[in-house]
């Protein structure tokens, strides 16, 4: 009998963070990708780098030039990380990677900067046992159903031309970005040209309590949901909405925890939940807003932030877990970029499917001479 906890191996054994570097990474956009926050050309976010015992880990960061989705920003999780979450890794015993995230809760906020550094800890550590992210995450193999977000466009005929050709390559659920103005005549005609398409809208907060009624004019059209109607920081609002509304609320921006999932369906504000890891803290934050909504039945797809290969890949791995059980946002590479940082490319399948890697970590390898082309700015600091 053993009375101690000890190492079972050396892939067990704690490690201490010896590097962690930080590049900022620009790639055109094949299409700028217009929401009712604003419009984005090219996509600008840091990678991040995490060195231990020889092995390393990479992640994506989801915080944006702008600080118009949620607060961070390319600039303050820079700022966060070099200050305060790199050192508080620094000093970690990592003994697993779930020991991250409640390192970093004494800073407040700053999700987006907490959340990439941890996932490339928990990318280092997949590598380092040789495994697949979601063998750690505990999910599985295969392949996933992949939904589809589109933009606004300039007119109906543009969007209904987009929805076409995202239905033809196969995807499983579209999505579209409406704001006042833009909103139940567009989603009335793509209605009434794909009558049983699994269908959703995205307002990205662009409604208040006051639009209530003008809102439930989208109950007609059987939507599977609509997601973030009001404020970016609200639920109270979304759930005297969700009250007045048959169609299921859908919760992004709001919810950056477990916990705060966990008070949005006590109150009633959403059926559904919009998970991604960025906003949410990391790996650990995700896990916990899955397991909070599985344990009450509610279902979570995973959302998507314009990532490359290397975050839309981790995104890949998380929807592997049991409590996905709608298509997310993560589609094809090559609808964002004409060069992703990725080989293979993330790719869809014309039944609307995407592989789960096998490979260790993300599973797909880091094309580096690409991301050294696009890299604009780098720092690198060492455990002191
Ligand atoms: O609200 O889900 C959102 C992109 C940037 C910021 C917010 C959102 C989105 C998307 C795009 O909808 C999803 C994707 O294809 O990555
Ligand atoms: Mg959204």
Redesign the pocket.
């Known amino acids: 009998m053993r009375l101690e906890a000890r190492p079972r191996g050396a892939a067990e054994a704690a490690l201490k963070l010896e590097r962690v570097e930080v590049r900022r990474v620009s790639l055109p956009l094949r299409f700028p990708?217009e929401?009712s926050v604003g419009r984005t050309a090219t996509k600008r976010f840091l990678l991040v780098s995490v060195f231990a015992d020889g092995v390393a880990g990479h992640a994506e960061c989801v915080a944006d030039v702008d600080p118009f989705?949620l607060p961070e920003t390319n600039d303050t999780a820079l700022h966060v990380l070099r200050d305060f979450l790199v050192p508080m890794a620094f000093a970690l015993d990592v003994a697993s990677p779930r020991v991250v995230a409640p390192a970093l809760a004494r800073v407040r906020g700053h999700e987006m900067a907490k959340a990439v550094l941890e996932m490339a800890v928990w990318e280092l550590w997949a590598r380092r046992e040789g495994a697949p992210l979601w063998r750690l995450l505990g999910g599985r193999g295969g392949e996933i159903d992949a939904g589809v977000?589109v933009g606004l466009q300039k007119d109906e005929g543009a969007l209904l031309e987009r929805v076409e050709a995202e239905v033809a390559a196969g995807y499983r659920r579209v999505k579209v970005k409406i704001k006042p103005g833009r909103d139940v005549p567009l989603v009335a005609a793509i209605r009434a040209r794909f009558p049983r398409l699994p269908l959703m809208v995205?307002a990205?907060s662009a409604y208040t309590l006051a639009d209530a009624q003008h809102l439930a004019e989208l109950d007609r059209f059987a939507l599977a949901m609509i997601e973030q109607p009001l404020g970016w920081d609200d639920i109270v609002d979304h759930a005297v909405l969700q009250r007045r509304l048959s169609t299921a609320i859908c919760l992004?921006e709001s919810v950056r925890s477990g916990e705060d999932a966990r008070r949005a369906l006590d109150i009633g504000a959403c059926r559904v939940v919009n998970i991604k890891v960025g906003r949410v803290g990391g790996f650990a934050g995700a896990l916990a807003v899955h397991d909070t909504c599985r344990g009450r039945g509610v279902p979570v797809w995973c959302?998507?932030?314009?990532?490359s290969g290397i975050g839309r890949l981790a995104n890949v791995h998380l929807q592997t877990l049991p409590g996905f059980t709608l298509p997310g946002?993560t589609?094809a590479s090559s609808r964002y970029f004409e060069e992703d940082l990725v080989d293979p490319p993330v790719t869809v399948s014309r039944e609307g499917r995407i592989a789960v890697p096998e490979g260790p970590g993300i599973g797909h390898e880091i094309l580096w001479p690409r991301v050294e082309k696009a890299t604009d700015f780098r720092e690198t600091w060492k455990r002191p």
């Open positions: 990708f929401t989705y977000s995205d990205n992004d959302g998507g932030m314009l990532e946002d589609s």
